[in-house]
């Protein structure tokens, strides 16, 4: 089950947020992902932070009380995202999995260009597929 890699299980580029976006622009893009959050990206395409539903949250909660909503991406997200490679193995994201919080990581390659998210059920179900094989 080592041999089984990231890159393998991820999902493309289905989501991501620069840090000059609206959160009411984000939040259309989250609502329409189906996604509990996801990267933000510079214009390099590297990961420079994460923007969850958590963190927008408390924006539009703000939003409702003034009848406002000004806030940008940049204002709200959290400025470290927990990043995985792409050659990273399974079980190796499994075991981090366990110890850090994130439930969904942006994966990267070589240069640290966002390339995809990888979560833990795409953990879970490459792990079952490989059980499954035994």
């Given at each position: 089950m080592n041999?089984?890699?990231?890159?393998?299980?991820?999902?493309?580029?289905?989501?991501?947020?620069?840090?000059?976006?609206t959160i009411e622009t984000a939040v259309e893009i989250l609502l329409a992902s189906k996604q509990i959050g996801g990267p933000v990206i510079d214009t390099a395409g590297r990961v420079v932070g994460?923007?969850?539903?958590?963190?927008?949250?408390?924006?539009?909660?703000?939003?409702?009380?003034y009848c406002e909503l000004v806030a940008l991406v940049e204002d709200v997200m959290s400025?470290?995202?927990?990043t995985v490679k792409k050659e990273m193995?399974?079980?190796d994201l499994a075991q981090l999995m366990l110890k850090t919080a994130p439930k969904?990581?942006?994966?990267?390659?070589?240069?640290?260009?966002y390339i995809g998210l990888i979560s833990r059920k795409n953990v879970l179900g490459a792990m079952s597929k490989q059980i499954a094989k035994c």
């Open positions: 041999n089984l890699q990231v890159s393998e299980y991820m999902i493309g580029k289905s989501l991501s947020f620069k840090k000059e976006m994460w923007l969850s539903e958590q963190d927008c949250l408390a924006k539009m909660i703000e939003a409702s009380y400025k470290k995202a927990v193995s399974i079980v969904i990581y942006p994966v990267v390659d070589d240069e640290d260009h």
